[in-house]
């Protein structure tokens, strides 16, 4: 038996070791490169000093947040009452779901562009209308990582029972999903809510094509003039967006022991 097993465990530390080496390899490059400018650690604190890099960076973490409000409100209500109601809807909703995978963000934003620039809804000719589309935009992209955290949420809990069972207790179906499958969906809400704003701070088509001031445009820009900033702004923004995740995972826990299979009293 144990001669079974140590060839299955080689193979699962070959995969770790793998695995760890394709991650973190581009890590210690960039890394490397980033410290080869002088004087020592200047990349990093010409970064620091920017303050076009705070500025597009914050813009871009609440862009995200928005991102992911938004995706929440449309995305838990449908795939509730899909899976308690329209089971029969769920390839059509799925399928929906994918198109952002099959349409390239060109498209999609040069799409905007040409119907949101006209009357009636000349979006583009204002700061708020230009980032009300960047939102929407980025919510069409996190529709494939969203509603199959939350699907995934779905299936691991019993909706019907505990609709039915707040129904009993005389619970209104806004008060059935904020109060019982809001709470249940807590892990998979934090999951799709990690990819979207991971998304959000990366992206770059839709924002240039926009002309907003996002962290990816940015990043572009201190590429083609100062590579050595590239590089360190590349690790900073990739540390400050894991800080972020960890505090979005930690608020999330804040509630977890209340929040899980509860029901309207």
Do not use: C, H
């Amino acid at each position: 038996m144990a001669q079974v097993r140590r060839p299955a465990r080689f193979g699962w530390w070959l995969v770790f070791v793998a695995g760890f080496l394709y991650f973190f390899l581009p890590l210690y490059g960039t890394l490397d490169f980033s410290l080869k400018s002088k004087p020592f650690l200047s990349a990093y604190t010409a970064i620091l000093e920017d303050k076009q890099f705070t500025a597009t960076l914050l813009y871009s973490f609440i862009a995200g947040v928005l991102t992911i409000v938004v995706s929440l409100v449309i995305i838990v209500p449908t795939a509730f009452w899909v899976r308690l109601k329209l089971p029969r809807l769920r390839p059509i909703i799925e399928f929906i779901t994918l198109l952002p995978f099959v349409i390239p963000p060109i498209i999609l934003v040069f799409g905007l562009i040409n119907t949101y620039s006209k009357q009636p809804f000349a979006l583009t000719n204002s700061e708020t209308g230009s980032n009300a589309l960047l939102v929407a935009a980025y919510v069409v992209l996190s529709f494939p990582y969203m509603y199959r955290a939350v699907d995934t949420g779905l299936r691991a809990i019993d909706i019907q029972s505990l609709t039915e069972a707040s129904q009993s207790l005389g619970a209104g179906w806004f008060r059935i999903l904020w109060q019982v499958i809001f709470p249940n969906l807590r892990t998979s809400l934090l999951s799709g809510a990690f990819l979207t704003l991971a998304i959000v701070v990366g992206e770059f088509t839709i924002a240039t094509f926009l002309a907003r001031p996002a962290f990816a445009p940015y990043l572009g820009i201190v590429g083609d003039e100062r590579p050595y900033e590239q590089a360190a702004l590349a690790l900073v923004s990739f540390a400050i967006t894991w800080i972020a995740m960890v505090a979005i995972a930690f608020l999330g826990r804040g509630g977890r022991s209340r929040g899980r299979f509860t029901a309207v009293r």
